[in-house]
């Protein structure tokens, strides 16, 4: 099944992408009652990029449909999407709110959705698709964690670019990464502390990047050693 999820948003607010920045909520999701529901995969649209007082996060304002891709475990059946979402919304300040959702998914399927394809459609592209060459990492001791200097050489996709770098845990903190260019080389090189506090190793296979320019977005999953 192909669901979404419709946020609408009151003039100058907006929410958070998954990865939302320093200056954002991250969204979580519970699917406490739901029935015959064995996974659920999210693809996000193409996010925008703020800029708050020195500040930087990464969502969507006015409204958003973010799809959902749910596989069952007995296809013959329908299921119950059932839960809670937490996500954050912003004006001038920053506020968790806690929605609820409940829908039915018949075994026999339903029309397609405009708002879901265009949603869809509205895809970052991949690194194929963005003719993306090599991709490293190269990652270093810091003080409380690592520090990761990342490389990919990719054609400009516009006079600015946004970097986003996510670890692959949740449980890992990540800045902002510092950018800079070197012809079709991006660099960025972000810190990353585990929010224990304590040692933590980074996956490279997990590493995902994520380049933004011009209402664009491509979508670089892992990296080599560097």
Known sequence: HMAGL?????????????????GGIPPRFGWQGSQNLDAAAFH????????DNGM??????TSVVIPVEVSVIEAG??????GQVQIGVCEEICVPVLLDFDMVLPASGAPRDPAIVAALLDRPRTAAEANVGDVTCYIE??????????????APMGP????????GDQQVWVSQPH???DG??????SDMIHVSGGGFAINRSEVRITVLAGGQATDIRGCDAG
């Not at 996000?44 to 800029?51: A, G, N, R």
């Not at 001791?141 to 990719?154: C, E, H």
């Not at 079709?184 to 090189?189: E, G, H």
Request: aromatic content about 12%; proline content about 7%; cysteine-free.
């Open 44 to 51: 996000w649209p193409v996010p925008e990029v703020f800029e």
């Open 6 to 22: 419709q946020l609408r948003l009151a003039s100058g607010w907006k929410t958070y992408w998954r990865s939302p920045g320093d």
């Open 179 to 181: 950018t800079w260019r």
């Open 184 to 189: 079709n080389a991006l660099f960025a090189r």
């Open 141 to 154: 001791p810091m003080d409380g964690g690592l520090r990761v200097t990342a490389r990919v050489d990719m």
């Open 160 to 167: 600015s670019e946004d970097v986003v770098i996510e670890s």
């Open 77 to 82: 059946a329908p299921a119950t999407m059932r």
């Open 56 to 61: 930087r996060s990464v969502g969507y304002s």
